[in-house]
């Protein structure tokens, strides 16, 4: 009733739901328009990050995070907000050092990886053997580290949609293995991110069963220069202490919807997360992300909108942490899996968006034409090529039961300068960016959701769209 | 002796010295192009800040700093090379930390300001009180601070030569005294900064006799942000621990000269401050600086030519750390003062200079028209206002005793982000800028010791030289 009341309460200018493409069309626009105007997801991040702030999964400000969100979102007019909690290791950041001792005393920024394993009490005090990439580290004869500190001197390459991050991440989440492998008692990395800044990256980090776990941390951009210039003059030692622990946690995923009026078992699922490293605030990781994706349902809401089918924003937790959490969304909601329609993730800053990508079984359809027609006027092309990836949170769904995925690609060009560090702070958003993700995002879950189109059908018209 | 062979092996297209302007100009261009191309001065800064690092007045770095740069003068062959000492207050930071405690508990990223006293040993917890400007502080009442931080949240404006500095920078160096006179019992400032990182920006503050001396810290601009959000819903408590210590040392100033042929009293004075800050390497403040006079002055050395008058490259200490040092330097040079033709100082990064401006006696003479002509092509304009202020260094010599000033405009539109953080490393230096700088004080150097101009005296077309 609420939802019908919610329709009634719509703009005059609105023609009544008669199912044509045109009125859609036409909704999606006047949407857009709507959204962009609203300042509802801004303040939702501006609120997140002023008065939760940094919010690791398995903390207590996670669960202070999940009641501020379950909250707005009721307050916002969602139906069903509830909470799905999964279990979750709880790493927790200490006090942390990295020096260089020789040849002189110098203070290095550091920041443990995610899951890093503490120092002994003391610290490590070991030489450095400096890669210039991971490929050298990995050519590097079994043994040859014994005793010594690895540093792999990898720089990321800017790139406006991030591909980067998948060339270089690969130092950050497996050095651990390969330098101990090889005997290496820690290991450092240059900061995976494209700034030049005295604040280092974290991130996740993985151990393997067999090979001793050792500690892990980066240093920022800068501090991995001087180390480079040094260890090119001579022996260069470094200390290293970190202190960070380990506990077993829950981590709180948010979760709330419109409901369809037709078909509300199927679901147009959009995703972000609520967790994030606790160096900064998690305002473009990913407190963005899941005010995009709350700001456009809210933006329907307040058009007083209500599709055939429901629209469902999840605010995943423990995304940052991997692994374990995602895996049990999915498996939690592998019975249901074939009536999510399609599945989206905000999860790369605020950004503007600039281009779209849709399954293949929808390219050409009316669904595709309406949603280009929406989103060109913001600045978004739609691609050729058809949507293939999604992100960490709905990559479970979407690889084990093959749910379809929106992608829209946003400007990354300076989201890695910030990333998983210190300086993850509100003033990093630009407010207007963000209505733009909102009112592209509304768009599309509105003619998702009020469309009767299988995304996993493949259309024949695919390919030919051209 | 020495410096005649130095003469002979010049370039063969170099013309005998016969007195005349045009052998002078062509000799400055010349000297420009080959200075634009020389690595020396770059060298100098890389090594300074990879080999040195942080260099504060009067700690073993400082020491160990103007031993290495002694050593890089006698090498580039510059005459009378040798130290100038003088007891100065050594700030050493100690461990530092602020937090928000009420509404709920979060980190802040800070600094101590320098000569800050500590905090009491278990840090101060209080609420604070926030003002918008430094003007709003002021308007407090007497009193009206009892037992509260005193938050100074002024902005500094974004400006190409610096300006926004001038304005702001009052918080920190009065804000204490100010503060205290209202009863606070500590001060903290919006970082003088126009970044917005999470690297707080320190700097020198003072205190006054008959006020209590009370602690002092800048925080970054995004904690800045995020203490006025908060406090602009309610009471926001915050929690400061300062462990500074201050201790009696001395400060070390570095000389080295190139010896006039004619008249070897009369100096040409090219100062840049050798001590830094010790949150970064001391790289654009004012590395930077030192390398640019001291490079140009190598280029001078390595054209083989050897000017009427002397010039002096002095590389201050504790120019930071303010006050005393400076005005020693003056006073042990007040009697030779008159023999100072002319001075000037290279303290604002490494940003390409775009304009000049020469005392009011030479506007209109043959050394302005040669300089002018000499570094046009490398960008810069000759300002029709005369030179009015050098620097911090050498107000002294100015102000007291008449020295004229030259005076190059650098780019600082970005100096700012930087200045007195963690972040100032040499990767915030762009060779091919400083190498620009080096060409133009290199040209004037020439010029201005190659001529008998007297810079004191008033040229009648002074002012109509436009």
Redesign the interface.
């Known amino acids: 009733m609420k939802l019908f009341r919610r329709l009634s309460n719509a703009l005059p200018a609105l023609v009544l739901l008669s199912g044509g493409a045109a009125l859609a069309d036409d909704t999606a626009s006047d949407l857009a328009a709507k959204a962009s105007a609203s300042h509802w997801g801004y303040d939702f991040l501006?609120d997140l990050?002023?008065?939760?702030?940094?919010r690791m999964s398995g903390s207590k400000a996670e669960q202070?995070a999940a009641a501020f969100a379950a909250d707005r979102l009721k307050k916002a007019g969602f139906d069903d907000v509830h909470f799905e909690k999964f279990p979750v290791t709880y790493w927790a950041r200490g006090a942390e050092e990295a020096d260089i001792v020789q040849?002189?005393l110098?203070h290095l920024?550091v920041a443990a990886l995610g899951h890093s394993a503490p120092t002994p009490a003391g610290g490590i005090e070991a030489e450095v053997v400096v890669f210039k990439s991971y490929q050298a580290l990995i050519d590097a004869p079994e043994g040859s580290l014994k005793g010594k500190i690895a540093m792999i001197d990898q720089h990321m390459v800017r790139a406006q949609d991030g591909e980067g991050y998948g060339v270089a991440v690969v130092s950050r989440v497996n050095g651990a293995i390969e330098a101990a492998k090889r005997g290496a008692v820690a290991l450092v990395i240059r900061s995976i991110g494209t700034d030049?800044?005295?604040?280092p990256h974290t991130g996740l980090m993985r151990y393997s069963k067999d090979v001793p776990k050792i500690p892990a941390a980066a240093i920022s951009?800068?501090d991995a220069?001087?180390l480079a210039?040094?260890a090119a003059?001579g022996p260069v030692k470094m200390r290293l202490k970190l202190e960070n622990k380990s506990t077993e946690s829950e981590t709180i995923t948010v979760v709330g919807e419109i409901k369809g009026r037709e078909h509300p078992e199927q679901v147009v699922l959009l995703g972000g997360h609520l967790d994030s490293w606790e160096l900064?605030?998690g305002a473009i990781d990913d407190g963005a992300g899941v005010a995009i994706m709350a700001g456009a349902a809210k933006a329907i809401i307040d058009q007083g909108l209500h599709p055939k089918r429901t629209i469902r924003v999840v605010m995943f937790g423990a995304e940052e942490i991997g692994g374990g959490p995602v895996d049990a969304y999915e498996a939690a909601h592998a019975k249901e899996a074939n009536n999510i329609v399609i599945a989206g993730e905000s999860d790369f800053g605020a950004g503007k968006i600039y281009n779209a990508a849709v399954p293949a079984g929808a390219q050409g359809s009316a669904f595709a034409k309406q949603l280009t027609a929406a989103i060109l006027p913001l600045g978004v092309d739609m691609l050729h090529e058809p949507s293939s990836h999604g992100g960490a949170d709905i990559e479970g769904i979407h690889e084990k039961d093959g749910v379809p995925l929106i992608d829209f690609g946003q400007d990354g060009t300076h989201y890695f300068d910030i990333h998983h560090?210190?300086?993850d702070?509100?003033?990093?958003v630009n407010p207007a960016d963000l209505a733009q993700n909102i009112a592209v995002w509304a768009s599309f879950a509105w003619l998702a959701a009020e469309s009767d189109i299988d995304f996993r059908a493949l259309s024949s018209s695919a390919g030919s769209a051209k």
Not at 49 to 54: A, F, K, M, N
Not at 425 to 428: I, Q
């Open positions: 501006a990050t002023t008065d939760i702030g940094p202070d040849p002189r110098q920024a030049s800044h005295r604040l951009n800068p220069d001087l210039r040094l003059k900064g605030t560090t210190a300086d702070t509100l003033d990093k």
